[in-house]
């Protein structure tokens, strides 16, 4: 993820993420396809086509040191909107406006959640 490589070469490790623009394609998850089940089986949905974007997300390093993104979105297009959580391979379509502001003096870190599976921001 590019967001993820600036990080990392600017020497951000913990930050919050916004962004406006647009979407050309690829797979956000929009929940667990059962909501009583761990670790959550991802129910993807397909992106077709441009959508227009507004996102938030954190990014804070894993237990390597590497920054990792996390973030959720809403996307529009022809009057619908989907949301979800935006996973690598969702492309950049024309225009992708990204704001990272550093947050210095933290310890957060991603750590792994054995009941889920995900690795979650420790504070």
Known sequence: MCIEKFALDNGISVG????VGGIGGGEVVSGPRK????????????LDGAHEVVCAGTIAPDKN???VAHMHAA???????TTGCLKPGVDTWLVGEVFIYEILGTTAIRSLDKKSGFELLDV
């Open 16 to 19: 919050q993420i916004i962004m």
């Open 35 to 46: 909501s009583d089940e761990m670790p959550p089986e991802a129910l993807l949905v397909p």
């Open 65 to 67: 040191g590497k920054p």
């Open 75 to 81: 996307l529009g297009r022809a009057g619908k909107t």
